[in-house]
């Protein structure tokens, strides 16, 4: 087993014990964020803008481990329907002299049937925490041998939405055959509508916001198709879901009318792109490049989906996240929020609370009152 499979599948065991402080059975909801912190968007409040990206807890073991980590909010998966181990192993390469990893899991899951059982189980104590400020994600995806991809996403909005506060369509890994393909604007299209419409027949009354999670290497034809995918039914219909950040809670001006009703992109995925200051032996490696050197042009393509979707669509930024600054560069440049992973490997759980007081002090220092004022700030200049 690879290192880092067996780190995460050590703090899994003890359901998360371990990675965060203390030992007591009964989860605390962490300590109230200062106000600059506060995040509100995508229907909830979250207590402070950093979060854990999916593909660390792959199957929900260990989300009350995590949360006590610091975290503001936890996003689980990728998920797939029916249970598949993924890519053969070796499958997750450290590139330490990078600060980076080259991961090709290739979605290997535990399934719906299993997850949805893990959260039932705990379902009480996420809508404590939920209220508290710390919502949960879960990110769908669709098994390597299924025949109709938009049944597989279908299935885990049907099975999982009702447990999450907010779904990833995750359609951007780079290790499941001709998954990227579905960010084509027609295949992307028709994939949401038939998702869209499966969250909003979902019996629950607080239903789950719903993001497509996209890849940062794109060219600028495809971004410009995902924004003009997403921003329909984005317009003023969409106030209710959440604030619009860097936009004093109003909406843009618009008239067109409400059609799909996307809440938000995550930006982005790993690259398969190899920078050519890569230094470590691993760099061949096939796969998805996290961490330092994906940093930039994970911020770039937040930069360019802000204004492509003119601040109307809600970002979670991630990639190659490990400080403070990292984190406000991404706030700056469109997202709301921001995600973390790779700087775990490097760093140990001691980063969440790092990033975050270093977070405050740089908004503190560069005249912001909160998150929330900072972002798209580098668009306003």
């Known amino acids: ?7 995460v599948r050590r703090g899994k065991r003890n359901g998360g014990r371990g990675l965060g402080r203390g030992s007591g059975s009964q989860l605390t909801v962490c300590d109230p964020a200062p106000a600059p912190q506060e995040v509100q968007v995508l229907g909830h409040r979250f207590c402070n803008p950093v979060g854990l990206a999916a593909g660390f807890d792959k199957h929900g073991e260990a989300m009350d481990g995590l949360y006590k980590m610091g975290f503001g909010f936890v996003e689980v998966g990728t998920v797939t329907p029916e249970p598949q181990e993924g890519n053969p192993r070796p499958r997750v390469f450290r590139l330490v002299e990078d600060e980076a990893v080259i991961n090709r899991y290739g979605f290997n899951s535990h399934g719906h049937a299993a997850v949805e059982r893990r959260l039932r189980a705990r379902q009480d104590t996420q809508l404590r925490l939920t209220r508290g400020g710390m919502p949960l994600g879960i990110n ?30 995750n359609v951007s890994s780079p290790n499941t055959p001709g998954l990227r393909d579905l960010q084509g604007k027609a295949e992307l299209q028709d994939l949401l509508a038939k998702v869209l419409a499966a969250r909003d027949a979902l019996p629950c009354t607080q239903k789950p916001a719903v993001l497509v999670k996209i890849a940062p290497d794109l060219s600028t034809q495809d971004k410009q198709d995902i924004a003009s995918v997403v921003c329909e039914g984005t317009l003023l219909m969409r106030v209710p879901r959440g604030c619009w950040p860097g936009m004093g809670g109003h909406a843009p001006h618009a008239a067109a009318p409400p059609q799909l009703g996307v809440d938000g992109l995550i930006v982005s995925n790993t690259t398969v792109s190899r920078p050519s200051s890569l230094q ?77 007081q270093e977070l405050e002090e740089l908004l503190r220092e560069q005249g912001f009152r909160n998150v929330m004022e900072a972002v798209g700030a580098d668009h306003r200049c």
């Open 1 to 7: 087993m690879a290192p880092a499979e067996a780190q």
């Open 140 to 169: 769908l995806g669709k098994n390597k041998s299924s025949a109709d991809a938009a049944a597989d996403y279908v299935a885990g909005v049907q099975t999982l939405g009702p447990l999450a506060d907010y779904l990833v369509v």
């Open 280 to 356: 470590s032996r691993q760099r061949s490696e096939p796969g998805g490049l996290s961490g330092k050197p994906l940093r930039e042009l994970s911020t770039q393509t937040i930069r360019d989906m802000y204004s492509l979707t003119r601040g109307q669509v809600p970002i979670i930024g991630v990639g190659g996240v490990s400080s403070g600054q990292d984190a406000l560069e991404k706030i700056r440049a469109g997202a709301s929020l921001v995600q973390m992973y790779t700087a775990l490997v490097y760093h140990g759980p001691p980063v969440v609370q790092a990033v975050k």
